[in-house]
Structures are given as C-alpha cells and as structure tokens.
C-alpha cells in the first residue's frame, strides 16, 4: 500500500467532518455564504491563494450565455484558491459548485433534508453527492498531495461557484475573472464514470390559456387543464423523435439521452371555475452535437405543428426560455485529459472506468465553450438520487475519487523537481 | 299597461343605481360587509324588519351539512329582512346570496372587474349575474308592491346571505336561526328560466404523488403530472358514465348535466426535477335524485379501481372531500310554486316559461333538505357569465324578473282586504 493511499485512509474521519458540516449549510439558491465560509477555511488551511468575490451583475449580463434570474448576486460569494505550481506544467481547473436545488417534498425525507447524518458508510443530506462530495474530494486529494510533499509544476485552481444549478454565472464569472488552465475536471455525481461530453439543457415554459366558465357548466369554457396534456403529450412526441437519432455509443446505455422533463404545473384558481390558465416549466436536454439555438428551434417548431392541428392552441399557447441554460459540449475520447483521467482511475481501482456521456449538463459546457478549456466531468455521487429525497453519498467513494483525481493531478501537472 | 308594469319604468334608474353600487363593493370571501350596507340601506328604507348578524361557526360546526374551511365569520355578516304579513297567507323566502367568486385572470376582463359600467343594456362586473341582479330583483318587487299599497297576507322573508359560492353556512345559518316559509324562491342567474330541481355538487381534492429525479434522469423517476393524467382521465370517464345514465327530461337540453371539473392543480418544484407531487382540485356534480354519499362513494370507487390498473397509483393517491358542498333537491313538476311562477312568468311574458333542472348547485339544496322548504330557482342573471370574466346582466332582465316575482308574491301570499 503506497504513502498516498495510506494518507486516504488516516484521513477518512476528517474528510467525513468536513462534508457533514458542507451539508449541513442550506446553501440553496441565495443562501450559499455560509458554506463558502467552510470553503474559505479550508482553503486558508491548505495555503491556497484565494479569490473571494461577489459577480458583478452588470458586467455578466453583457455576455450572450449569461442567464439568471437574479438581480443581485450580494451575499453569494465565488471562491477560487489556487495552489501555483513550480512552473513549466500544465494546469488544471478542479471546478465544484456550492449550491444546491431545494428539498422538494420534505415528507418524503425520512430524516431532516440537510442532517449530514452518517449511517452504513453513507452520508445523507441534500447537495451530498450534488456535489458537496465531489468538492470535498477536491479538497482532500490537495491536501494530500501537499501532506506528501509533493509540490507540482503546473498550478491547481480550485474553484467553489455558485448558481451551478441556475445556469452558471458563477463559473462564467470566474471564466470572465481570467481563470484559464489546459484541461478541468468537474466532481458532478456521476457514480465514478469518466463523462468527456456534456449534454445541454435548457429551461421552458409554456403558457397555455383556456377560458374560464362556471364549472357547472364547463362545457361552456375551455379547459386549460386539458389543453395543457396535449401540449404535454406533444413534448413527450418531441422527446422520442429527438432520442430516436442519438446513435453516439457513449449514450449507448443510457435510456434516454436528451430528456425533456416536466417539472412544474401551475393552473386554475378555483374549484368551481374551468381553469383558464396553466403553466408548464421544464428542462430540455440538447444534445453534445447541437446548439441551443437548433434545440429551442425544434421545440418551437413542435409546438407550431400542434398549433396546426388544435385550432384553440393555435393562438393561445405562449413559449419563452427562462432561468437556467447549459451549454452542450464535447471532447474527442483520445484526448490526453481523458487518458490521465482513465489512468489515475486505473490506478485506484485496478480496472477500466465506464466512459459515457452526462445525462445532464454541468459548467463544463461554459468551461469548454467560453474557456475553451477541455473538461472531464468525473465525481463520487450518486446520479440518480442528485435532486431526489434521501439524497446521500457514498463515503468510501469520496476518497477513491479524491485518490484519482490526485494520480490525475501528478499526471496532468507534473511534478516538480525536489 | 297596469299599474305594476308603470311602476317598473318609472323606477328602472333606480334599479340600475342600485345594482351598480352593489357591484362595485367586491364582495368576495370575507370582503362581504360594505355590499351588505347597501342591502341593509335599502331594506331600512322599505321599513322591513332587520335581522343582521354574524354566523356563529360553533354552532354551525356542529351541523353535518355544514362545510367551510373559514374559523370565523367575524365582520361578514348574514342579512334577514322580513316583511310581515297581516296573516293567514302563505309566507315565502326571498334568498340571496351577497358573496361573489374571484375574478380570475384580470387580463381577460376588458375593464375593472369590479366597475358596474352600463354599456348597451348591460350592466357589467363581477357579480352582476351571479348574483347581484337577483338580489335586486327581490328588493324591487317589494318595493313595487309597497309602492302600490299592496300588503300581502304571507310573510315575505328577503336573505341576503354569505358563503353560497363556499358551501352554503349562510343559508344554513338562516335557517337554524330560525328562518323557514312555505316556500322559497332564489334568482341565481338561470337565463329567466324556471329550475325545479337542483344540482348538488362537492368539491373534492385529488393528490398524486410521484417519485423524484433529476431531470436530465427523469427515467429514474415517477411523474406525478403523468400520473395525474392518468387520474384526470379516469375523471373524464367517470363523468361520462354518470351522465350518460341521466334520463330526466329536464336536463334534454344540458349538454352535461352533472360535469365534473377539475378547476386548478399544482405540482413539482424545479424545472429540472421530476414532480413529485400533484394536487387537483375540482367540484363534482351530484344529481337531483342522488344523495351526496352515492356520489363520493363511486369517485371513490373509481379511484381505487384506477388502482388496479396502475400499481404505482394503487398506493400513491389520496381523495379528500373539502370546502364547499351542495346539496341536490328536487320539487315535483306539479308543485303549487311552480305554478304560481309559470302563471307569473306568463303573466310578464306571454308565453311559458322554459322549465329546466339546473346545471349546478344553490342554496336550494340547504333550503329543501334541511328547512323542508319547498324551492324554485329562477333569475334574470345570464348563467355562461357567471364565474367568468367580463360577466354582465341584461337590465332589462332585471327589471321583469322583478315584475314576475312581485305577480308571484301576489298569488302565493294572497292580498290582504284593504
């Protein structure tokens, strides 16, 4: 057993200290300083050269993939710290965000949403494997290397963003600060597989109107509520058609490539009235190899079609894209930073990682398309329980993936001469 | 032209006065206490004998039929006003309800929805219809007959009450209070036609529960917004197979008899999270000759039958009855105050009144089922405005609905010897 695996296991309880507390801080939307704080802690402890600021709204806007829908960005600090290096290697973004989504249902929680409770080797909260695991992972695989001594070539830019999950104006921020470096590598939940491309995303809503009448006589009005499923009928027509073309063998064990989810419906404001409006937001995926534009074109163009067919829909369907946007992106699997990445993970585990592509979007899209800096997305959470009551994180699985990425630190930075 | 008819013209501004200032005090739930100090004005001035008091809810409580999800009625307050007779007639209710339904979405209303403006014969506002016009109509009639020297030998006993949209603790009020008549007639806006029989109705609430994800995973999840529309459907049929057993003569001409309509729903909480909750909430008819229980037990029924199609649903929805409930009532077509409102409609009009059951629920079903007081619906209002934006009244409409109802109070009461 090597010094660096040793360290992993001594240091297993300080790592778990570390994420309870991170899980613990509520750090939704607007709420994230106090768990910036812990960040900012940690990071004076490991010596970092840290950055800590509030994104300037106005400057943000001007850029075409800022989108938010904020105000302010006061009392939301963005934290980077870097660790330099000697010189004369590459470097290397270790990119996490700080926020978290809402709990959702609290009822179905079996226990307080931000507990950090440990039990059977898991951790359990909300933002445990999305992705406070991941950033602790981060953390934990520097501190190693510093406990070793190991001083690298090329500099380490850690980064805690805000507004991942809002459509990235922390990352654009730290993008438009002037934060570069040859290759990123962003711990999002993907159950430890390797994601060299990035699905997209985008926000909808569709306003769907009706006309009201007295429910006693409803077949006076015209149903909101029953226009609604048609359109969301025609949405779940538009997501077969788009999946069907998918043929990228990274998307071969995935069910669904580029989803369009449903996830809020408002409509009607009384029992008795037919409903004379309701409200549909949602998420649609976009595909590594499409733009957005392309993506909200197809999503127009469906519903103009329905409009063709459903002569009230016609004129009383409204669609507007709003709130988050993850830009698509892609990187070729012969790659140096998916080889150093497979390598380090080789390393840990004694076998091959599962190679596929994100079902969903992170930063990296916004690292690879305004940065231009390659982007691997590789992290110790659980995808499928990201956004989901009972979220939780397996322990073990932090420190191997810290492990990793600090064999892919070595290897991608370069370690300097002693 | 007799004298009664003179009078009508003559007082036709008045009439119009009154029904705008009426209109103009939104008296939506809780807000009903300045419309209820014009009726009190005008009852003062015809010198009836006021009775006005708040309904005591733990009283009412205690009253099966009794359902509201208010925990006062302080400051909304319930008007009596009667009008003695010399003796020996027959007495008759005068019912009316003061409180009136939101006003939905404000941008399908061409003006204020409270204005009262006068616009081609028609009066506009929320209430206007449903059920302002009646109440003036009531107070009109009275007025006429007093302006004529006309004393009857019946007691007329005019309502001006609370809480019909909202389940009907007025009139049930009313009457523990006391208030009961051989008759009872309630202009509810039926298009001057004459409703013998009553629809009930119950408002139900339907929650759906689905299962979390990510959206980009959403496989991972359970939809509650399509699973909800499983429930709709299995509503629509329900509704379809209720009312195709409808063979009563009166509803030939009511394209849906008992509808059932699902009035708002909400659900989920992030655009990109599967919903993992779904609440409908709608009002269910429930036929002359069906009891309330009949028609909760085959929703149930339905629902659980929905359960053995569907696994998931089986165990993840929950039916609940709440907020307002009417009860169905039915008079027989040869019933001596129908009589007297057909002889009084022909005496105004002409020609026969169209007699149809009504398509949704009153105050009528409290009044017969628990005051065993014999009831007729019949109103000026126009019932596809009702509840709906831009609703209106037809002046004129008014002014001989008042006119029939003061020839109906002649023959049901009798006249006194001068």
């Known amino acids: 057993m090597n010094d660096l695996h040793r360290w992993f296991i001594k240091q297993k309880k300080g790592g778990i200290e570390l994420l309870r507390r991170l899980v613990q801080e509520a750090s939704t939307q607007t709420n994230e300083a106090t768990a910036q704080a812990l960040i900012i802690e940690k990071c004076r402890q490991l010596q970092l050269e840290l950055d800590i600021w509030e994104p300037e709204i106005e400057q943000l806007k001007k850029h075409p993939y800022f989108v938010s829908a904020r105000t302010s960005f006061r009392h939301s600090p963005n934290v980077v710290a870097v660790w330099k290096g000697t010189g004369g290697g590459r470097s290397l973004i270790l990119n996490s965000h700080i926020d978290v989504v809402p709990e959702g249902d609290v009822t179905q929680w079996a226990a307080d949403p931000y507990s950090g409770k440990v039990e059977d080797g898991k951790l359990y909260g909300r933002g445990a494997s999305d992705m406070k695991g991941g950033t602790v992972a981060l953390l934990l695989a520097i501190e190693a290397l510093q406990a070793l001594g190991i001083r690298l070539k090329g500099d380490v830019i850690f980064q805690s963003v805000i507004e991942e999950e809002s459509g990235g104006a922390g990352t654009l921020a730290a993008i438009l600060r002037g934060y570069r470096a040859d290759g990123a590598i962003i711990p999002e939940p993907t159950d430890m597989k390797l994601f060299p491309k990035q699905q997209g995303s985008l926000w909808f809503r569709i ?11 409803r077949y006076e009005g015209v149903s909101a509520i029953e226009k609604a499923w048609t359109v969301v009928r025609c949405l779940q027509q538009l997501e077969t ?29 009384w029992p008795s009235s037919v409903p004379d409006c309701v409200v549909l937001e949602g998420r649609m995926g976009v595909a590594p190899n499409e733009t957005i534009e392309q993506a909200k074109q197809e999503m127009k163009e469906a519903l103009c079609a329905l409009g063709e067919q459903d002569a009230w829909l016609q004129s009383n369907i409204e669609l507007e894209w709003f709130g988050a946007q993850w830009l698509p992106s892609s990187l070729e699997v012969t790659h ?9 993970y080789r390393q840990v585990k004694g076998e091959d990682p599962i190679i596929e592509a994100a079902p969903w979007g992170t930063d990296g899209g916004l690292l690879t398309q305004v940065g ?7 992290g110790p959470g659980t995808t499928a329980v990201a956004h989901y009551p009972n979220e939780y994180i397996d322990i073990d699985r932090v420190l191997e993936a810290a492990e990793m ?10 370690v300097a001469e002693r």
Not at 336 to 344: G, I, V
Not at 405 to 414: E, Q, R, T, V
């Open 207 to 217: 306003t769907v109107r009706g006309k009201s009448a007295h429910g006693g006589t």
């Open 241 to 269: 058609k788009r999946n069907e073309r998918i043929d990228d063998p990274l998307y071969a064990h995935v069910p669904i490539p580029i989803p369009i989810n449903i996830g809020t419906i408002r409509g009607g404001t």
């Open 336 to 344: 140096p930073l998916l080889q150093t990445m497979t390598k380090a």
């Open 372 to 378: 231009a800096i390659p982007t691997i997305v590789f």
């Open 405 to 414: 990425i600090a064999y892919a630190m070595i290897d991608w930075c370069g």
